[in-house]
């Protein structure tokens, strides 16, 4: 294998397009971009840097993309928290639309749909559209959350917050977060 920087020796040292702090004599073997050992990767045609190969997560490398797709995930889940307060009966199905339907929805806006820090994002927003649910279902009930222990196992029925189904039910969409975006 060819070490590509080779080819650039006598270019003389640039700063790292990632690491403004340190100077290159590497280049990216496709765009040409300066980097560094730190964040170079080496591939079977040489030195790329992290978008080239492929290997920077999909947050990292489209932060704006990132944005808009959590900001339509949020609003599905938070169509599906409200719908699963109003008819906690559904709960199994607006666990499934809350899952379903989040991801589907943020992955329509990435183009790379893997990676832990959005497997970390859809969870929260997954898990936003549970606690709205309860939220909502308590405020319906006239149960106030924190004060949820003194009314007992009655209160806790009422408010889908059993660990059979109910919690099965809440890992459901969590669980759909974190393989769709492995
Ligand atoms: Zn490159
Ligand atoms: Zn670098």
New binding site residues.
Partial sequence: MTDVSQAFVGAGPVPCADHPDVETRLR?S????PICPRCGVRTPVGM??P??AGTRSSVAANPTQTVVAAGAGLVVAALAGIGWGFYPAWGFYWALLLGFGTVEMMVRFLRKPRGSDLQAIAIVIVLFGIVLSRVILAQRLGVELAALSEFGPAAQRALNLRPVPDLLFAVLPVLIAWVRFR
């Fill in positions: 990216c496709r765009c040409g971009k790329r840097c978008d080239c």
